[in-house]
């Protein structure tokens, strides 16, 4: 059974603090994704890691950072964090490109985060 | 640009009604993926159903079902015989496959389901 595990469901921070959200996978999985989900706007890639130390910007990396060490596992950082971040927090893992197919993304259970 | 466009914020369906759920895409790579994936409300995004560029045939699983019509490019969701259960966010992604396995996603519909 596929699991994605994230630390936190729940996190709350003060502006200008530094936030770890962790993100680990069991699947063996070379790809992790760091997405952010706000009402009307859907899910937005924030950053990509496609190997180990390997990571590539989404659609919004701004604010944000990541670290990938171990291939399991996958962090976003918030260097210093806003009110403008308040939101919920996805990360996803699925196989890398092996030709057309289905190769579905697998979600965490999210975390949602409120910066006072 | 590439995008995927959600029109229904939301939706009302009564029980074991069917009820069809609107994503239309676009794209200029020939060569593309297409997902559905519910989120109730404990948050959790569980993957429906999935149709390739290539494929000849409209998708099907179990009740879900995606009207792909490829020409208009549009990648509709039907969900037959409705149930309480399926009250959820719904979201539309396309994947790119020359971009590593990326999704956009679109803005969801929620769907609600009257007893």
């Known amino acids: 059974d596929v699991k994605v595990t994230q630390s936190s469901r729940y996190l709350v921070k003060r502006t200008g603090e530094k936030v770890f959200l962790e993100c680990v996978q069991d699947m063996d999985h070379e790809n992790m994704f760091w997405y952010r989900q706000d009402p009307g706007l859907g899910l937005r890639l924030i950053y990509f890691?496609?190997?180990?130390?390997?990571?590539e910007k989404g659609d919004i990396p701004e604010g944000y950072s990541v670290s990938r060490e171990k291939k399991e596992r996958f962090s976003l950082i918030l260097e210093s964090a806003s009110t403008n971040q308040t939101s919920m927090y996805l990360c996803?893992?699925?196989?890398?490109?092996?030709?057309?197919?289905?190769?579905?993304?697998?979600f965490g259970p999210g975390t949602r985060l409120t910066v006072l | 640009a590439q995008k995927i466009t959600q029109t229904q914020p939301g939706m009302f369906v009564q029980e074991k009604e069917a009820v069809t759920l609107d994503c239309t895409y676009d794209?200029?790579?020939?060569?593309?993926?297409l997902f559905w994936y519910k989120q109730p409300s404990s948050g959790e995004m569980i993957f429906l159903i999935y149709?390739?560029?290539?494929?000849?045939q409209n998708a099907t699983e179990g009740r879900y079902s995606l009207n792909f019509q490829k020409a208009r490019k549009s990648a509709n969701l039907v969900i037959s015989a409705s149930q309480l259960g399926d009250s959820a966010m719904y979201f539309c992604?396309?994947?790119?496959?020359?971009?590593?396995?990326?999704?956009?996603f679109g803005q969801g519909t929620e769907l609600s389901v009257k007893p």
């Open positions: 992604a396309m994947r790119r496959y020359n971009q590593g396995g990326k999704l956009i």
């Open positions: 996803a893992s699925s196989f890398g490109e092996t030709g057309r197919g289905l190769n579905e993304q697998f």
């Open positions: 794209t200029s790579d020939p060569s593309y993926g």
């Open positions: 149709q390739g560029s290539y494929d000849q």
């Open positions: 890691s496609y190997d180990v130390k390997m990571k």
